[in-house]
């Protein structure tokens, strides 16, 4: 059957982020050790081994499937394995304690639509789970089989081989794209047609088309273009009751968008075999300039200032002098906020100029020679498409950003509370906010014994209404798995329990899944859970499609 998740070369980890050997190597584990030592005053940081596949008792597959599905079916222990979590903490720590006690029991490999209604089908009558599955990356809980219940069985249904660019419309500026497509494979069938699609999530590597759809994924552009929501033209669902395809426009008022209902469905509506996508032609223009700031006060004022210019960057990212010191974009004693345009039309001097206008209103300092530009060929890669704004302080936070999941695997096994979480907020919510969620983690690791720890914050997206804040949590945790994630819920839970307190999201872009669900039962309004309920009786009358996500079966 081939590796899980073919994204690119190599085997993927069935127990955590990437690529099996692309993990810290033994020098970046020892800075790492010696980092946590001094900055945590952790002593015991000897890091617990990764597992292996032989090393797993998984339990006996409980269903089989019918003749006519097991050419695309298969109980193969790595795939099994690889399917049972996603790449929360929660999951990481459950694969190094090698707890893999409800994997699914089957992993189905459609080869296209028919496929996948086949497999509804067969789910449906037998009331067997079937949970959509994207590249896996989900860190909220979103994927996992095993929390499907008690039923008969649960099937994952990875969508790797529906990984095809069908059609491009030049004139139109769209893609016709199959949802099991990876972002590498993507943007390579693009290339030849002189078009990207320009959706850059941390996860790009390791993630799809159909997952960025299903949980509304956030993107590469910190301003303007920032969800997936943004790109699509149409979309084409399979359903338990039959396939849903989506008029192909470029805009209407006809009703509520039956796009809408789908995107940020997390698989309980249908599975998302393919979607007609806007693209855009590669960037050939670039700018970029690192604002520094002595409060993190003066930066959010700086980039709210932007944001509500129209200027669109594609990258108004601020970070905390903390946030910045860890990832090597400084020696922290500054704040930073990253500024970058881009465009395939036209130079970008006047943008950049004025943004760091912008940022020396609200005494940001940009050195002389602070402001990069360059120009490239019509025909320059997609690879070189950030280089100039990714050197410097911006080049060091981009590498560091790329290499976070890694480092966040290493950290669980030295026996750490490496945790993340986002939100969104208005601005005139945002300062309140920031001092109260630090303050709640800050508690919360102290009463579970963790204290005192560092938590960080950057700005991952901005609108001219508000911030997306990103905070970092990590922590000296206990040894033993199961009280570690004691700690861990107990820190979560602090820190959402203050994001509804003070009127923000539960999450901007990292979806609902399980881990956020009492969280967002408390956010939506409950005559919206009533019509979502009955949109899932309508198209999956048998609750099979990931049962406990977004709603209860």
């Given at each position: 059957m081939g590796s899980m998740g073919a994204a690119t070369g190599g085997r993927r980890s069935f127990w955590g982020w990437g690529l099996e050997g692309a993990g810290l190597d033994p020098a970046e584990q020892d800075a790492l050790a010696a980092l946590v030592s001094s900055g945590l005053g952790v002593g015991d940081v000897e890091p617990v081994p990764p597992p292996t596949v032989d090393e797993l008792d998984l339990p006996d597959p409980r269903v089989r499937p019918p003749a006519s599905l097991r050419p695309i079916c298969t109980d193969e222990p790595y795939e099994r394995a690889g399917h049972t979590y996603g790449k929360s903490f929660r999951d990481v720590l459950r694969g190094l304690a090698r707890d893999f006690r409800r994997p699914p029991d089957l992993v189905a490999l459609p080869r296209d639509a028919a496929d996948v209604a086949a497999l509804l089908d067969w789910c449906g009558a037998e009331g067997i789970a079937a949970v959509p599955y994207g590249g896996g990356s989900s860190v909220v809980g979103g994927v996992e089989a095993g929390a499907c219940g008690d039923g008969p069985g649960a099937v994952s249904i990875d969508l790797?081989?529906?990984?095809?660019?069908?059609?491009?419309?030049?004139?139109?500026?769209?893609?016709?794209?199959?949802?099991?497509?990876?972002?590498?494979?993507?943007?390579?069938?693009?290339?030849?047609?002189?078009?990207?699609?320009?959706?850059?999530?941390?996860?790009?590597?390791?993630?799809?088309?159909?997952?960025?759809?299903?949980?509304?994924?956030?993107?590469?552009?910190?301003?303007l273009h920032t969800h997936i929501d943004d790109f699509v033209e149409s979309m084409t669902v399979v359903t338990p009751r039959g396939t849903v395809e989506t008029r192909r426009l470029p805009g209407s008022g006809a009703g509520p968008s039956p796009d809408r209902l789908f995107l940020g469905s997390e698989g309980i509506l249908g599975v998302i075999t393919e979607a007609w996508m806007r693209v855009q032609d590669r960037p050939r223009h670039r700018a970029s300039a690192v604002a520094r700031f002595a409060t993190f006060e003066a930066g959010a004022a700086a980039a709210r200032a932007v944001a509500q210019a129209g200027l669109h960057p594609s990258n108004c990212r601020l970070l905390d002098a903390t946030e910045a010191l860890i990832t090597g974009t400084s020696d922290g004693s500054a704040h930073l906020l990253l500024l970058a345009f881009e465009s395939a039309d036209h130079p970008l001097d006047p943008w950049i100029r004025r943004a760091v206008e912008c940022a020396r209103d609200h005494g940001g300092t940009v050195g002389d020679g602070g402001i990069r530009t360059s120009s490239e060929p019509g025909d320059a890669p997609a690879e070189g498409a950030d280089h100039a704004h990714h050197e410097g302080a911006a080049g060091a936070w981009r590498n560091a950003f790329l290499r976070a999941p890694y480092m966040r695997d290493a950290l669980i096994g030295m026996g750490l509370i490496s945790e993340t979480f986002e939100t969104a907020v208005t601005w005139d919510r945002f300062e309140r906010l920031h001092a109260a969620v630090t303050t709640a983690v800050t508690d919360a690791l102290k009463d579970v014994g963790a204290g005192p720890g560092i938590v960080t914050c950057r700005f991952t997206h901005v609108y001219p209404d508000g911030p997306a804040p990103y905070f970092t949590v990590i922590a000296a945790g206990a040894r033993e798995p199961a009280a570690r994630l004691a700690q861990w819920d107990a820190v979560k839970a602090a820190a959402s329990d203050t994001l509804m307190a003070h009127g923000a999201t539960i999450t901007h872009h990292h979806a609902v899944g399980r881990d956020h669900r009492r969280w967002y039962d408390r956010q939506r309004p409950d005559l919206f859970a009533d019509a979502l309920r009955a949109a899932k009786r309508e198209l999956d009358p048998a609750g099979i499609l990931n049962p406990g996500v977004l709603i209860d079966p």
């Open positions: 790797r081989r529906l990984d095809r660019v069908l059609e491009v419309d030049a004139s139109s500026r769209a893609a016709r794209i199959e949802g099991g497509v990876y972002g590498p494979a993507l943007e390579g069938q693009l290339r030849p047609h002189g078009v990207t699609m320009r959706h850059f999530p941390q996860s790009f590597e390791f993630s799809t088309l159909g997952g960025w759809l299903a949980t509304r994924s956030g993107g590469h552009y910190a301003t």
